[in-house]
């Protein structure tokens, strides 16, 4: 199987996610919380691109940093920046636009989105490419160019995913094709020495559990650090097959890459999807991590409209997933989450579903998740989308030093074609 996101896979994946998310209807209550929304672009007018399936970053001035999958100069997608400015308007600049050079080399329809670091360059994913094999590229601030920053291809292989940092400046996510053709995640040595490009070295190939691929495949989402120097992920399919799983794929997993010292790594299955009556199934977004080293993430299916879990290390080693909500009643609540869930300082869980919500809408809703204590955790709507505000919101949430909430939806808003929001405690 080709496991990168050539064009015409990703052509593929945009009529899938922007199908509505339609669950049936259960009469539960649900909290309903006065924030401020504000939306601080609305995307589709003029050629500034159009369909944000990731959030955005944040540099230390408060800029954010975003990529577009369609639209911009060439119709193949954009990466831009929002300023704030006086009077709480945002104003929007276009950085790069996807397809400028002939046969897309420099990269097209950018699914995911950027990761920035100390010295303030953007580093991101996209389509096209040689044999549409797809690229990572960088951003870099440089006064000397038309648009204030250089843009240059550092690899040339295929990555649909977001990627992260480590303390050197290295990258790692799914990155290659790995061993059995279904997908690895890799590291991405940054230059050193002289050197001008940046190697890839393979930390794991998945699939390799033959048969049914019971490690799971691709790992299409980004990973996660813990405290400890150990990464997270999650693949969409493979684990659980049936009849445990109803899909023939698998319904995915969720693994662990543990640090071993010198370079080694080695990988664990901490769930396999589908493994009890309400299980969760497909992953669409990676997982986080909080300070005890416990993992927290979303499904998609499974449950009543999907879920939200916690998975914790046992004393035996093993680890115990908890389901921490299973949506039900997505007419309000909201259901079908596609992006992950993002922490605050005190701990409380914010995140997205992609459907459900307003009743003449089932646009999607922001959530935030409390603990309770004794495991129970408080489910409050902030916002229920109603498409002219933006729809379907597919992504975690950005959450600054005050708390603020940052987001984007694929669709709606003003222009049609998506929106970034903002919205305050």
Not at 209 to 221: A, F, K, L, N
Not at 269 to 277: D, K, P
Request: aromatic content about 12%.
């Amino acid at each position: 199987m080709i496991w990168y996101r050539s064009n015409r896979f990703l052509r593929r994946v945009k009529d899938e996610v922007l199908a509505v998310f339609v669950v049936g209807l259960v009469l539960a209550p649900v909290s309903w919380a006065g924030a401020g929304y504000k939306v601080l672009h609305a995307f589709g007018k003029g050629n500034d691109g159009g369909g944000l399936f990731d959030s955005v970053v944040v540099d230390t001035k408060g800029n954010l940093y975003g990529t577009a999958w369609g639209g911009g100069a060439y119709g193949y997608g954009t990466v831009f920046e929002l300023t704030p400015g006086t009077g709480g308007r945002w104003t929007e600049t276009i950085l790069h636009n996807f397809c400028s050079q002939p046969h897309c080399v420099d990269g097209a329809l950018p699914f995911a989105g950027l990761v920035l670091d100390v010295a303030g360059n953007l580093y991101g994913t996209a389509g096209g490419g040689v044999q549409n094999s797809g690229v990572i590229f960088e951003l870099s601030p440089d006064s000397s160019s038309g648009s204030g920053w250089k843009f240059q291809i550092i690899y040339g292989s295929g990555s649909g995913s977001n990627l992260i940092l480590d303390k050197a400046g290295n990258l790692y996510g799914p990155i290659g094709p790995g061993k059995h053709d279904a997908g690895a995640v890799s590291e991405l040595v940054r230059p050193s020495g002289g050197e001008s490009r940046w190697k890839e070295k393979v930390l794991y190939s998945f699939c390799s559990q033959q048969p049914g691929c019971r490690d799971g495949e691709p790992p299409e989402w980004n990973v996660a650090w813990d405290a400890a120097g150990n990464l997270y992920g999650t693949t969409k399919f493979g684990g659980n097959g049936s009849p445990a799983c109803p899909g023939s794929a698998g319904c995915g997993v969720v693994y662990q890459l543990e640090a071993l010292g010198g370079g080694k790594w080695k990988h664990l299955v901490l769930h396999r999807f589908a493994a009890f009556s309400g299980d969760g199934q497909l992953p669409y977004a990676g997982v986080v991590a909080d300070s005890k080293g416990n993992i927290y993430g979303t499904t998609l299916q499974g449950g009543k409209s999907g879920t939200v879990f916690k998975l914790a290390r046992q004393p035996d080693g093993d680890w115990k997933e908890t389901i921490l909500y299973d949506f039900p009643n997505s007419g309000r609540s909201g259901g079908g989450p596609m992006g992950g869930v993002t922490f605050d300082r005190s701990g409380n869980l914010y995140g997205t579903a992609s459907g459900g919500g307003d009743p003449s809408c089932q646009c999607g809703v922001v959530f935030k998740m409390t603990p309770a204590g004794k495991g129970k955790w408080n489910y409050t709507v902030l916002h229920r989308f109603r498409g002219t505000d933006g729809w379907s919101p597919e992504a975690s949430l950005l959450v600054d030093d005050k708390g603020n909430l940052y987001g984007t939806t694929v669709a709606g808003g003003a222009g049609g074609a998506g929106v970034v929001f903002e919205i305050t405690p």
